[in-house]
């Protein structure tokens, strides 16, 4: 089975920090995704990634930067964060071809303070 | 764009009772479909989807849902639910290979 693992489940920050969030995932699928998840809001699209190097604004990038050097590999980046950055983010994956199907990672709930 | 209308937030049901959560989608062109369930503390789970062919889909968990173009919706229906299909529900949209736009979600609340 595709994994996808995302290394921090909790993270308390303060505002300011620099915040990385870390996506790993291990069936060699060229997308990578990050979406954020509030109550009543549903998933919202940060950022994508269709390869190595490559990104694309989602619906809401503001705030956020991301990086893939490796294929396996797509990080999430707040460069100063603030307390409305406080959420669940979500990490998925899927191959090129296919179902449009996303496998997920468990998710990383950030507090920023 | 496509855009995807969850029109319950919460549903609360009880043991062995059916259950409907309800889905409408808008967009121009034909979509793909898909239901995902979260259980507490986990990602998102793909249940079923429609890509093409028979508009009913099932899941392997006695979920289903049909797809009805000409009231642009998806609903997901289960006869009979279980404890363990207490969880949050996610439906989408997609045209083609293009990302997915989620609903909102439907907490799904079932009570002995």
């Known amino acids: 089975d595709v994994k996808v693992t995302q290394s921090s489940r909790y993270l308390v920050k303060r505002t300011g920090e620099k915040v990385f969030l870390e996506c790993v995932q291990d069936m060699d699928h060229e997308n990578m995704f990050w979406y954020r998840q509030d109550p009543g809001l549903g998933l919202r699209l940060i950022y994508f990634s269709y390869d190595v190097k490559m990104k694309e604004k989602g619906d809401i990038p503001e705030g956020y930067s991301v990086s893939r050097e490796k294929k396996e590999r797509f990080s999430l980046i707040l460069e100063s964060a603030s307390t409305n950055q406080t959420s669940m983010y979500l990490c998925a994956s899927r191959p090129r071809g296919g179902a449009n199907v996303l496998t997920f990672g468990a998710g990383s709930r950030l507090t920023v303070l | 764009a496509q855009s995807v209308t969850q029109l319950d937030s919460q549903v609360p049901v009880f043991e062995e009772a059916p259950v409907e959560l309800r889905c409408n989608y808008s967009?121009?062109?034909?979509?793909?479909l898909f239901w995902y369930v979260q259980y507490p503390n986990q990602g998102l789970q793909l249940l079923l989807k429609y890509l093409s062919g028979s508009t009913l889909v099932e899941s392997i968990n006695g979920f289903e849902a049909e797809f009805n173009k000409s009231q642009t919706s998806f609903h997901l229906r289960k006869p009979s639910v279980h404890i363990s299909d207490t969880a949050e529900y996610f439906c989408a949209v997609s045209v083609g290979y293009s990302t997915l736009t989620f609903g909102k979600g439907t907490m799904l609340l079932v009570s002995p």
């Open positions: 967009s121009s062109v034909s979509v793909y």
